[in-house]
């Protein structure tokens, strides 16, 4: 079933099921679909909200991750979300943890999956390349164990999205606003109960990355999926959701 996309004033957004909130934060590239295994895993026991995060739509002169965690602050005020579970992908990540720093009284716990914020290969190592549909289609399985566990839909929009210049200025100052943010000095005053779900082959964000993550960050856990590069939730979606509801459980996951 197709979600509604709902819009108020400059947030755009999907909000579904009911109970605890469950905020998740798409990556650069990612689509508000990338989530839809965990929607149709955990509607029933959470309140799903997948703000739109504005990476196309901020004026260049204003693009980088502050203004993205501004957006991202602004809409859980606007909507008055507290206590709520944060979870990030890739640049999403990356939000999360600025937004935890800033507003650690309103989340409950933190789930990071292929997050940058420490190290990161943009791209596979290169910056967007206009007007090359192969180019994009190789950089597009650069981020997947398996290449066939992308669709030729997710390449396309891709694709269309580089074709843009504005767009493409956006990706590459935001990508570069990301690699220049090195976080390891403040991950330890998060203090937030935090869950790593990471690609043993990530070559994004590689092992090594979850390994600093887990070593800076005080109160979490790491888990491995085999098999998976850097969109677990999209490449190993059942592992990925038995992992995140034990978690959300109580129970052990083991590292």
Not at 97 to 119: A, D, M, N, P
Not at 174 to 191: F, G, V, Y
């Amino acid at each position: 079933m197709a979600l509604e996309l709902k819009e108020e004033g400059k947030y755009k957004y999907i909000d579904t099921g009911e109970g605890p909130v469950m905020l998740l934060l798409h990556g650069l590239f990612g689509a508000l679909s990338n989530w839809d295994v965990v929607i149709n895993e955990f509607r029933n026991d959470f309140r799903i909200v997948i703000p739109m995060l504005p990476i196309f739509d901020l004026p260049f002169r204003k693009v980088g991750l502050d203004a993205l965690v501004d957006h991202l602050d602004g809409f859980v005020e606007m909507k008055g979300l507290n206590d709520f579970v944060l979870m990030g992908n890739s640049l999403g990540g990356h939000i999360a943890l600025i937004y935890t720093l800033r507003r650690q009284e309103k989340v409950k716990r933190l789930i990071l999956t292929g997050s940058s914020g420490l190290f990161e290969n943009a791209m596979g190592g290169s910056y967007p390349k206009r007007g090359s549909y192969e180019y994009i289609k190789e950089r597009a399985e650069y981020t997947f164990y398996n290449p066939k566990s992308i669709s030729e839909d997710y390449v396309k929009e891709v694709f269309e999205t580089t074709k843009s210049i504005p767009k493409c200025l956006n990706i590459v100052a935001i990508a570069k606003s990301a690699q220049r943010h090195n976080m390891a000095n403040e991950l330890p005053d998060i203090k937030v109960p935090t869950l790593l779900i990471w690609g043993l082959n990530d070559t994004i964000t590689p092992p090594m990355v979850a390994h600093d993550f887990n070593r800076l960050l005080p109160n979490s856990t790491l888990k491995f999926i085999d098999k998976c590069c850097h969109a677990p939730m999209m490449e190993q979606p059942e592992k990925f959701n038995m992992i995140l509801r034990k978690y959300l459980l109580g129970e052990k996951v083991v590292a």
